[in-house]
């Protein structure tokens, strides 16, 4: 029986601690069987009685940190406390943040420098990887693609020649499509490999073949034309720096070219150039095929060959186009003996007997462009009056009283037909009054003679006569017609009076 010491004073009515004793002994009857294992919840940690459930040792947690993880782009952070007594762990977790990729686009490598496949990095985390949603994460530098390396070919070099550009040796790589000065490909080559064309003289273009190409440099010295070529409609007078070597600098028939084109027509022919303008231009040594310049062996010229280009690229600067009119190259006419010669009437020993010339059209053709003294000088006035006023009265250049008999014969223009100036094809040059007002503003005629406009034209017995002295290039003709051409005023000079 338990015995009850000092007991207090009941504070309630004694069969209320009664029952609550009574309870006590019916849920406990022995020792309280107390767990070793600590229960808890977010607050407090306790121990239980296995038996009654009773609660012992009951207290609020120490919770100390335990463990912690950074948050990332891919994966959430967290802190973990533990509490020091009971064990209790509480976990608080961060969500990740996501990456923010940067995209590097692939880069293509070439034999010296490496390439790139493309790939993402991310600002955050300091990773690479291979897709934008960063799913799958490469090492660094896995997107290298290593450079190839040169494979080089040796091009053996050329000198450049009149005709032709020359070529610099060098080393070609197959890669890259780069050239190299060196076989080991450390001396690239960023001008190129050509070398130009040597640039010729209108002089060395006269004993080019045919059909060459060349870059040719030359004077603009004056314009001609005519109209009953097949390939020379228009021409410039395209003169050597250094002589008086001339030669046609044609841009073809009926605006074949750029050239044809500036020039305007036969009718209406302008120079696109002014007089000493230097050009460098490219052109085709080339030859007239029928009726014109001397018949049909024709006469060598330079066809303007780069119809696409500006024509003004051509131009290098002012020159000189003055002829030198005391050069050796400058052919004397005093007779009509010379005059015959020079055209290309040949193997005949006197212009007024009965055994006639032959007509050479190599001699003339080879004669062509160059430049005569004419002394001595008579003329027939022949054009007719249904011309334009620029060409009217053109004028055919004889020599000495002798040409008198032009006045009084019917000049036969048959074949093999001869005439008492000997002439077989009778060949009657001609100072064509049109190209000489383009050069100079003014007739042969106007120059010699003044205002001609009251001279009938084929008034044979008006012999007109000038004393003096007159520079003039032959241009060509055929094989009864020629053509001369003033270039300049003071070609015609007076004669000095004493």
């Known amino acids: 029986m338990v015995r009850l010491k000092n007991f207090p004073k009941p504070q309630k009515p004694f069969w209320e601690y009664f029952v609550f004793f009574v309870f006590a002994m019916c849920a406990c009857t022995t020792t309280h069987q107390v767990s070793k294992n600590w229960k808890a919840d977010a607050e407090f940690h306790w121990h239980e009685c296995s038996d009654c459930d009773e609660l012992f040792d009951k207290g609020a947690h120490d919770m100390q940190l335990f463990d912690s993880k950074e948050v990332s782009c891919a994966e959430e952070g967290y802190v973990t406390y533990k509490c020091s007594v009971c064990g209790y762990t509480k976990k608080d977790t961060t969500p990740a943040t996501g990456h923010a990729m940067e995209k590097h686009n692939a880069i293509s490598g070439d034999c010296e420098t490496a390439g790139a496949s493309e790939y993402y990095s991310c600002s955050k985390c300091g990773k690479f990887y291979s897709d934008p949603e960063g799913e799958h994460e490469i090492a660094e530098n896995s997107w290298v693609i290593p450079c190839a390396g040169h494979t080089l070919t040796h091009v053996e070099g050329k000198e450049a020649t009149k005709t032709q550009a020359g070529l610099k040796d060098h080393y070609y790589c197959e890669v890259c499509h780069k050239t190299y000065a060196d076989a080991a490909a450390t001396q690239e080559i960023t001008d190129g490999v050509e070398i130009k064309q040597l640039v010729s003289s209108v002089a060395e273009a006269r004993t080019m073949p045919v059909g060459s190409e060349l870059i040719v440099r030359g004077?603009?010295?004056?314009?001609?034309?005519?109209?009953?070529?097949?390939?020379?409609?228009?021409?410039?007078?395209?003169?050597?720096?250094?002589?008086?070597?001339?030669?046609?600098l044609s841009g073809g028939k009926n605006g074949a070219s750029a050239l044809a084109n500036a020039m305007g027509t036969a009718a209406n022919i302008i120079m696109p150039f002014e007089k000493g303008t230097i050009l460098e231009i490219p052109v085709t040594v080339a030859k007239t095929s029928a009726n014109y310049a001397c018949g049909n062996a024709g006469i060598v010229y330079l066809l303007y060959t780069d119809g696409e280009e500006e024509l003004i690229s051509f131009v290098k600067g002012q020159g000189n186009y003055k002829y030198d009119l005391n050069a050796e190259d400058v052919v004397d006419i005093s007779t009509q003996e010379d005059f015959f010669r020079f055209l290309g009437l040949l193997n005949g020993s006197n212009v007024y007997g009965t055994e006639g010339f032959e007509y050479s059209y190599e001699a003339a053709a080879a004669n062509t462009y160059k430049l005569v003294r004419m002394t001595n000088l008579r003329c027939v006035l022949i054009s007719s009056t249904s011309y334009d006023e620029r060409i009217k009265h053109a004028w055919r250049p004889c020599f000495s009283e002798a040409c008198n008999t032009w006045a009084s014969t019917t000049i036969s223009n048959s074949a093999n037909a001869t005439n008492n100036i000997g002439a077989r094809q009778s060949y009657y040059p001609n100072f064509y009054n049109y190209n000489t007002y383009v050069n100079t503003g003014m007739t042969f005629s106007e120059m010699l003679f003044g205002d001609t406009s009251d001279v009938s034209p084929k008034q044979w017995t008006n012999h007109l006569v000038f004393d003096g002295t007159v520079y003039a290039m032959f241009i060509g003709g055929s094989d009864y017609y020629a053509q001369f051409v003033v270039l300049d005023k003071d070609w015609v000079i007076p004669a000095t009076v004493e």
């Open 219 to 248: 004077v603009v010295a004056g314009v001609t034309t005519t109209q009953a070529s097949l390939n020379l409609i228009n021409a410039i007078t395209f003169k050597d720096e250094f002589s008086n070597v001339s030669m046609a």
